[in-house]
């Protein structure tokens, strides 16, 4: 249930600013809005403004629209023909598509803005033990190492205040084929070093579970065991929640990413590895044989234990002033909308997966995370949403209000609108383009939520 209210919600809040955009635009440039809808089909509910527009709440809650007044639509009174959208100067027309959108990168900056003022708890970016072979290990990185700025050309560098702040740059860099150079010191600051992360040799890749053990950046975290599934290999082997793990097969274990790599890698081919564990219960040391279980992860095979391993990381406050946090709005707002659109077209020529494309039912599930996570998380959730709300509306397809905007450089530049002829056969092929993209981003949910990628 708080997946639903928390995905219908981000809905009806980030469409009404949407089309608050274009209404409020028109408005001020003296044209007549017939319909403010919420929705679409069935109309629930109804109120007619001041102004004579009429504000519905429709029972499709997948959208919504501005209806002005248009001679291209029917006839118009003479004495309301100034007031008719096709009859404004082209500059203006072009501000009231163009509303829309604004409305949403606007609504992402206030609200990356309001959790940057809220602030709030976060892993700090302290690394634990990198998989063998993974990324991380490959560039030199050892548990304990303490992410401090990122850079993709050694020049510019980008301070990391958190683990997710730092998650996030790698997620870019791998997206858009990228390389990461990370300044790095060690857990109290000192000794500062580059290291080269090569997230470019991943490029074009899904982002799924085995994509982040390749890159193995994980937090650093005592190895205990958090919980001990009922019926799994770890319980059989007579583990419990509360033990801290010092030794496997005689070889101390220093953190929770060693752990994590150990089970594993726990098989030879199709054969489960027993494994000698000594662990502190209480005070007390404890050896088990401890035997795995093999499972698919994301097409690879692996041992598993069914435990969740790792106390919780050391977390910092993370928060900023007035302007600061503006301005920290403005920024992940750009770089958010610039990645958006270079990944957009690393996929149309194939050099990055369309997996990276997600519908509804992914939307859906993030948004009840969020919630879930409090207040912070989910205003960071709409923020995301919105920005790409406004991204998707810019782009030039003629379904879309990035569609009506080259419309409107045609008749810039030409002199002249674009032919009714024309607009039917564009209207055409932009919404095959958009029902090819809608059922692509769906069949990926599906395909996410079935454990297939």
């Not at 740059?169 to 990228?178: K, W, Y």
């Not at 948004?367 to 709300?389: C, E, H, M, T």
Request: charged share 20%; with cysteine.
């Amino acid at each position: 249930m708080t997946t639903l209210i928390a995905f219908l919600a981000a809905l009806a809040l980030l469409i009404a600013v949407h089309e608050w955009g274009h209404y409020r635009v028109a408005r001020a440039c003296g044209v007549k809005v017939l319909r403010f809808s919420i929705g679409f089909g069935r109309v629930l509910w109804r109120r007619v403004g001041r102004d004579g527009t009429e504000f519905t709440l429709s029972a499709l809650p997948l959208g919504g629209y501005v209806r002005m007044l248009d001679e291209r639509d029917g006839a118009v009174a003479p004495q309301e023909r100034e007031q008719a959208f096709n009859q404004r100067p082209l500059r203006q027309r072009a501000a009231i598509v163009a509303a829309g959108p604004a409305a949403n990168w606007v609504l992402a900056v206030l609200l990356f803005a309001a959790v940057a003022w809220l602030g709030s708890e976060v892993p700090k970016a302290v690394l634990g033990t990198p998989p063998a072979g993974s990324l991380a290990e490959r560039a030199g990185l050892h548990a304990g190492d303490w992410v401090r700025a990122t850079s993709s050309d050694g020049q510019q560098w980008q301070d990391v205040a958190s683990l997710p702040e730092l998650q996030s740059a790698i997620v870019r860099a791998q997206a858009l084929g990228e390389p990461l150079q990370l300044s790095v010191t060690g857990a109290q600051g000192h000794g500062s070093r580059s290291v080269h992360l090569e997230t470019e040799r991943l490029a074009g890749r899904a982002p799924d579970a085995s994509l982040f053990n390749e890159i193995g950046l994980a937090p650093l975290a005592e190895p205990l065991l958090r919980q001990v599934g009922a019926g799994g290999a770890g319980a059989a082997a007579g583990l419990q929640a509360g033990d801290r793990v010092l030794s496997i097969d005689g070889q101390p274990v220093p953190d929770a990413g060693f752990l994590r790599d150990a089970i594993r890698r726990a098989h030879d081919g199709e054969r489960p590895r027993t494994m000698a564990w000594r662990v502190d219960r209480g005070g007390q040391a404890v050896e088990l044989l401890v035997t795995p279980r093999l499972a698919d992860d994301a097409g690879q095979r692996v041992a598993k234990l069914e435990i969740v391993v790792g106390a919780p990381p050391e977390r910092v406050f993370v928060s900023y002033g007035l302007v600061d946090g503006l301005w920290r709005g403005v920024e992940q707002s750009w770089d958010m909308a610039a990645t958006t659109v270079r990944l957009l077209g690393r996929m149309l020529v194939g050099e990055a997966s369309l997996k990276n494309l997600s519908g509804p039912l992914t939307i859906a599930d993030y948004a009840g995370q969020s919630a879930r996570a409090g207040l912070a998380p989910y205003l960071d959730f709409l923020a995301k949403i919105s920005l790409s709300l406004a991204v998707l509306n810019l782009l030039p397809l003629p379904m879309l209000d990035g569609g009506h905007l080259m419309y409107h450089l045609f008749e810039g530049l030409s002199g002249r609108p674009v032919s009714e002829w024309w607009q039917r056969q564009l209207q055409r092929a932009g919404a095959l383009i958009l029902m090819l993209m809608m059922a692509l981003a769906l069949s990926n949910d599906v395909a996410r939520f079935a454990g297939w990628h």
